[in-house]
């Protein structure tokens, strides 16, 4: 399916998206991105919703994408969070089969404290797969837990299971949303899809949503440090990094603390308070 098949599939899915963003401030057209209208604009949206992170690895789920799913169950609404690999050898020192153990524990764990699912794909690590078996995996979860918006990598990429995850998502929404594909479970269209602002998929991202996460930034952030790596002990500081963009992203939309994200081609740019 090429890209532009695809886009248009995403536009089509979020033909019911305006519901969702009742309450999101829509940003002049003619602003440039990233720059809000007023610290007044947003509204809150009241309607709960379901947000699922689909991500390469457990540590991605957490750090780049569990703020949104820790927004939506704090509203009443609910979150989950899918690992396609869990990331087992991202550890110099700790063998992959142990390491994988203290990761889907550190998810379990996290995914508690903010109120929802942790979900697993068993892909190896670093060799996470673009066909259908990995598609209709995840097109499975997508009807079971029948999420309004999705939050997952962006294409522009270092990391080969980041790339494969973006292409895999973009198929399992498809799949997802067509009756005619029969599966255990009836067909659910995606509202909204977004992606996540993360240091290892820098390349052409460009956010144009801003998310106040200041009602669960503390638990969030509380959550991420059940993983192992979170203090840099392989040699990045996720702690440091993802607060820091915290708080930059809250400075550039006028909220205390944000998470932006970037939308496909065809959704609203908006600062809100609810996805």
């Known amino acids: 399916m090429s890209s532009a098949t695809r886009r248009n599939v995403i536009k089509s899915a ?40 689909i991500a390469g690895h457990a540590g991605d789920a957490f750090f780049a994408m569990g703020a949104p799913v820790a927004v939506a169950t704090h509203s009443g609404g609910q979150g989950s ?22 990761l889907r524990s550190a998810a379990q764990k996290a995914a508690a404290l903010i109120g929802a699912n942790a979900l697993f794909l068993h892909y190896p690590d670093g060799e996470v797969p673009v066909n259908n078996e990995a598609a209709f995996a995840v097109c499975d979860f997508i009807r079971q837990y029948k999420p309004e918006t999705i939050v997952t990598h962006w294409k522009g990429s270092w990391h080969k299971d980041h790339r494969a995850c973006y292409d895999i998502v973009q198929d399992a929404v498809f799949y997802a949303g067509v009756s005619g594909f029969v599966r255990d479970y009836p067909a659910h269209e995606v509202s909204s899809l977004f992606f996540a602002d993360n240091w290892e998929d820098a390349t052409g991202f460009v956010p144009d949503t801003y998310l106040d996460i200041t009602p669960v930034c503390d638990r969030w952030l509380a959550a ?10 392989t040699g990045f500081r996720y702690n440091d990094y993802y607060a820091s963009r915290a708080v930059a992203c809250g400075c550039l939309s006028h909220f205390d603390r944000a998470v932006c994200l970037m939308s496909p081609e065809g959704q609203q740019v908006q600062n809100t308070r609810a996805l």
């Open 224 to 233: 991420c440090s059940a993983f192992p790596m979170w203090r840099g002990e």
């Open 81 to 102: 969070l899918l690992s396609l690999s869990l990331g087992e050898k991202g550890s110099s020192v700790i063998p992959p089969a142990r390491y994988g153990k203290m």
């Open 14 to 53: 979020g033909a019911g998206m305006a519901t969702m963003f009742m309450g999101a401030e829509v940003l002049d057209p003619r602003q440039v991105l990233g720059q809000p209208t007023s610290k007044d604009s947003a509204r809150t949206n009241d309607a709960p919703s379901n947000v699922m992170a």
